[in-house]
């Protein structure tokens, strides 16, 4: 089967087998400048001194930025916020505008959490030893601190009352609902 060719696949399979031919040991033990190239020794590196030094410390107050604080390093007597934080606060005051404008979203969420808070108000056969606590005011007890003529009774924690609860009295003189 005589396969015919153009002249253009002709000249291209010629010029494949030259390249084949001339390429052939190209890579090989047989090429001298490549075997030259593989035989060289490797320079040394660049770095003079050693990087990484065998003990490097914790670099506490060296200035060796090291840590988040950014070169500012404190001991433990400035973790009551009073060196360390106030150092950073106009930092902070820069950003109050951004937690501003965040306030928003968060407001909008308050409503979920206060819907949540009804069902205790469902269940006061389980939860009746809360006398009232969570009812319409949602928590805020100053409606009902001066008002003791309520049929609420007040809780003792160890007041003029601690003689009465002798029972309790371990426990800081609380008396439970279910012990009159």
């Known amino acids: 089967m005589a396969l015919d060719l153009s002249a253009e696949e002709k000249s291209t399979e010629e ?37 990484f030094q065998k003990n490097r410390g914790n670099f506490r107050n060296r200035g060796g930025y090291q840590d988040r604080r950014g070169g500012r390093h404190h001991d433990n007597s400035n973790r009551e916020g009073h060196g ?20 928003g979203y968060r407001d909008d969420n308050r409503g979920y959490r206060d819907d949540n808070r009804g069902y205790r108000d469902d269940n006061r056969g389980y939860r009746d030893d809360n006398r009232g606590y969570r009812n319409d005011n949602r928590g805020y007890r100053d409606d009902n601190r ?35």
């Open 15 to 51: 010029l494949l087998t030259l390249f084949d031919e001339m390429f052939k040991t190209r890579y090989t033990e047989d090429d001298s400048e490549y075997m030259e190239t593989v035989n060289t020794p490797t320079p040394p590196p660049p770095c003079i001194r050693n990087w």
């Open 84 to 103: 360390y934080r106030d150092g950073n606060r106009g930092y902070r005051d820069d950003h109050r505008g951004y937690r501003d404008d965040n306030r």
């Open 146 to 180: 001066g008002n003791r003529d309520n049929d609420r009774e007040r809780s003792d924690y160890g007041g003029n009352n601690r003689d009465r609860y002798r029972d309790n009295r371990n426990s800081g003189g609380y008396r439970d609902r279910d012990q009159r």
